[in-house]
């Protein structure tokens, strides 16, 4: 079983940066990407970035040229840069991953961590 850990939300400044981090930890013997996803109150889970394990990056429209999104295979972490955030980037974050746990794929989902951009 593969167990994810989030770091680095909280409140912000419009504007403002912050830090995403996400950890992996457990037993696994291929990845195959991880990323991060956001539920706002009241709306479906969506797409933020993700990262595979030949680097290929996928952003949602709504946040390029603003968010990065990078990975330490060697650490087994992903993390998300925040930059010129808005009060829309509100969300509980999730890292997610798609690892392969005993010859099957298999989703990872963290737990979740708060990001408010506010005044």
């Known amino acids: 079983q593969v167990q994810l850990v989030e770091s680095g939300g909280g409140l912000v400044q419009p504007g403002g940066s912050l830090r995403l981090s996400c950890a992996a930890s457990g037993s696994y013997s291929g990845l195959g990407h991880m990323g991060w996803f956001r539920q706002a109150p009241g709306k479906q889970r969506e797409l933020v970035a993700t990262?595979?394990?030949?680097?290929?990056?996928n952003y949602a429209e709504s946040v390029k040229g603003r968010f990065t999104i990078s990975s330490d295979n060697a650490k087994n972490t992903v993390n998300l840069q925040m930059n010129s955030l808005k009060p829309e980037d509100t969300a509980v974050y999730y890292c997610?991953?798609?690892?392969?746990?005993?010859?099957?794929?298999?989703?990872?989902w963290g737990r979740g961590t708060q990001v408010t951009v506010s005044s």
């Open positions: 997610y991953g798609y690892f392969l746990i005993q010859l099957r794929w298999a989703e990872a």
């Open positions: 990262i595979n394990s030949g680097g290929i990056i």
